[in-house]
């Protein structure tokens, strides 16, 4: 059974840093090219970044290019974002995304809040 479960969000004043973790079991992602999607509140969900099966190409979407590093460990089978500098407009739900085979798959999501 595939299972993606992220962890790691949290209220967080602005300019401070979390770490997001999106754990996978039902098979191994480095078979999987992986992403991170947000979706704020009233907004439609949006690409934050995402990670080629090896993780060796990564892409941005440019409100967070600089800010936020997605990398992955594939012995943990797990894949992390990393944001640094958060802004309130950071503010949203994270939730990952695997495709493996012909399958899409979706975590629960993570809250993030960035207030001060």
């Known amino acids: 059974q595939v299972q993606l479960v992220e962890s790691g969000g949290g209220l967080v004043q602005p300019g401070g840093s979390l770490r997001l973790s999106c754990v996978v079991s039902?098979?191994?992602?480095?078979?999987?090219?992986m992403s991170w999607y947000r979706q704020a509140p009233g907004k439609e969900r949006e690409l934050v970044a995402r990670?080629?099966?090896?993780?060796?190409?990564?892409s941005y979407a440019g409100s967070v290019k600089g800010r936020f590093t997605v990398s992955r460990d594939n012995a943990k089978n797990t894949m992390y974002l990393q944001m640094n500098n958060l802004k309130p407009e950071d503010t949203a739900i994270y939730s990952c995304?695997?495709?493996?085979?012909?399958?899409?798959?979706w975590g629960q999501g993570t809250q993030v809040t960035v207030s001060s």
């Open positions: 995304n695997a495709r493996y085979n012909t399958g899409i798959y």
């Open positions: 039902g098979f191994s992602i480095s078979m999987a090219p």
């Open positions: 990670s080629t099966s090896t993780g060796s190409t990564t």
